[in-house]
């Protein structure tokens, strides 16, 4: 079945460690998305890749890096500047322009 | 620049009722899209409807209707007999669709807590 899929679905990280969420997708779509949801709060846009080996920041980028080396994968890393890193991350791609995205089933990210 | 904006909060509704929720954007591009998805509290992320700022009818998907009103930059999602699973947080988003830098991103409003009553 064609999807995206997130891994892992929990994951712990100690203060100072880089972490790093994966996002596959075999749907064949060229846009992919990061996004931060913090407790009843909306989603916020952290980066996005409309191609390969190429991606924007968000509204939130500072503390998190990307790469886009293959179309069908768009890992986020957390790094040790995100100082408040505990927060649902979700995924998502679209073919493009006047389409709905699909979302990935999230990765649940605290520090402890 | 694109920016969308959800004024309630929370919304309660009884059961088989519609119940409309809000959504306002703003973009000074002419071409867009904008869409609304249900998140249930397992976190998933599903898509309801899809409306382009061309389009000359609202959309609609089965209970879900799309009250586009253009002038006034609104995009309010109606959920017409309420049913006790619609109970969610609902997100506004909009999507531009002209070229440059910010094709393809997709920016979502702060969401509504919709609760249904039986």
């Known amino acids: 079945d064609g999807g995206i899929t997130q891994s892992p679905k929990y994951l712990f990280r100690k203060e100072g460690q880089n972490v790093t969420l994966s996002c596959e997708q075999n749907?064949?779509?060229?846009?992919m998305y990061w996004y931060r949801q913090d407790p009843g709060q909306g989603l916020r846009l952290i980066y996005y890749?409309?191609?390969?080996?190429?991606?924007q920041k968000g509204d939130i980028a500072e503390g998190y890096s990307v790469s886009r080396e293959k179309k069908e994968s768009f890992p986020l890393t957390v790094t040790s500047a995100q100082k408040n890193p505990t927060a649902f991350y979700l995924c998502?791609?679209?073919?493009?322009?006047?389409?709905?995205?699909?979302f990935g089933q999230g990765t649940r990210l605290t520090v402890v | 620049a694109q920016k969308i904006t959800q004024t309630q909060p929370g919304m309660f509704v009884q059961e088989k009722e519609a119940v409309t929720l809000d959504c306002t954007y703003d973009?000074?591009?002419?071409?867009?899209?904008l869409f609304w998805y249900k998140q249930p509290s397992s976190g998933e992320m599903i898509f309801l409807i899809y409306?382009?700022?061309?389009?000359?009818q609202n959309a609609t998907e089965g209970r879900y209707s799309l009250n586009f009103q253009k002038a006034r930059k609104s995009a309010n999602l109606v959920i017409s007999a309420s049913q006790l699973g619609d109970s969610a947080m609902y997100f506004c988003?909009?999507?531009?669709?002209?070229?440059?830098?910010?094709?393809?991103?997709?920016?979502f409003g702060q969401g509504t807590i919709l609760t249904v009553h039986p």
């Open positions: 749907l064949n779509h060229d846009a």
């Open positions: 973009t000074s591009d002419p071409s867009y899209g």
């Open positions: 988003a909009m999507s531009l669709n002209a070229g440059g830098t910010s094709y393809g991103k997709l920016t």
């Open positions: 409306q382009g700022s061309y389009d000359q």
């Open positions: 998502a791609s679209r073919t493009g322009k006047n389409t709905e995205a699909f």
């Open positions: 890749s409309q191609i390969v080996n190429d991606f």
